[in-house]
């Protein structure tokens, strides 16, 4: 009887572990893409980038080379902030650098970067001549805002469709989750049917959205980020019919399911998620 206890207790005991081992943890279901020193998670719009710093040649002591080698590496570490968004996509091939560019603002996300936001350190590495590599984890959750809000209106189609007639009292739906195979993220997507007409984009929405950019992005499925970023209420989800560049492209009968059942918070608010099977 002992022996046949301690079995069923080992057993327990593996399959306990087993399961602690094998559960699903939060970054499995976000998007992220790699950087130049870096990665960006298009889920939670948090920057991880590494700059890198000597000391000052005319520092003598050791503790004085390190500090001025940790405050070069985070200088670095803004620069390269600046050029990551600025190779961003914003819609089409359109990138932010070639946008402010044709505006005469050269400079505009330059401004927006502030030293001030590297604070939080998730790795630093010593070399023996005092030269360092640090690690920030950064959000950059407002410098995308800024700039898609910025950008929104000379990138995306001036035209608006009318919407169609229909009992808000009887929708119930308030996010729109689009199922995608793989896609590349853009800062202002759009959505259309198939006959081109306007759905979703970030004019829609304006300001008030929930997510800095035109939508979310999650990986494999969306019920982390709809926690997280507090997009309450039904979800309604479909299938991406073919992606466009940044134009994603859903069926007409998904369409007319969207605008029967959706409420009007879902655009207003930009509770839209991009859920990709990548």
């Not at 089409?92 to 401004?111: H, L, M, S, W």
């Not at 995608?180 to 049917?193: F, G, M, Q, T």
């Not at 969207?258 to 990548?278: L, M, W």
Request: aromatic share 10%.
């Amino acid at each position: 009887m002992k022996k046949y206890l301690k079995k069923v207790l080992f057993f327990l005991v593996f399959f306990s572990f087993f399961s602690l081992s094998a559960a699903e943890k939060p970054e499995d279901f976000q998007f992220v893409k790699k950087v130049t020193d870096g990665t960006l998670n298009y889920s939670t719009f948090e920057l991880s980038i590494t700059g890198n710093g000597i000391p000052e040649t005319n520092v003598t002591n050791l503790n004085s080379a390190r500090i001025t080698a940790e405050k070069a590496a985070a200088a670095n570490a803004r620069l390269k902030t600046v050029k990551i968004l600025s190779s961003l996509v914003l819609s089409g091939k359109i990138t932010v650098k070639a946008y402010f560019d044709g505006k005469n603002q050269p400079d505009f996300v330059e401004r927006l970067v502030n030293a001030a936001d590297f604070k939080e350190v998730t790795y630093e590495r010593f070399y023996s001549n005092s030269s360092v590599d640090v690690t920030y984890k950064v959000d950059v959750s407002g410098y995308i805002r800024k700039i898609a809000e910025a950008a929104g209106e000379g990138v995306l189609p001036a035209e608006e469709k009318a919407e169609t007639a229909s009992d808000e009292s009887a929708k119930t739906k308030s996010v729109l989750l689009i199922n995608v195979k793989k896609i590349e993220p853009a800062l202002l997507i759009s959505v259309v049917d198939e006959k081109g007409e306007k759905i979703y984009d970030i004019s829609v929405a304006g300001s008030g959205r929930k997510s800095p950019s035109s939508v979310f992005f999650a990986k494999k499925k969306a019920t982390y980020l709809l926690e997280k970023a507090g997009l309450s209420g039904e979800t309604i989800s479909v299938n991406a019919f073919k992606i466009t560049e940044s134009k994603i492209v859903i069926k007409n009968s998904d369409a007319e399911k969207i605008r029967a059942e959706i409420k009007k918070e879902c655009f207003s608010e930009g509770r839209i998620v991009i859920v990709s099977a990548e």
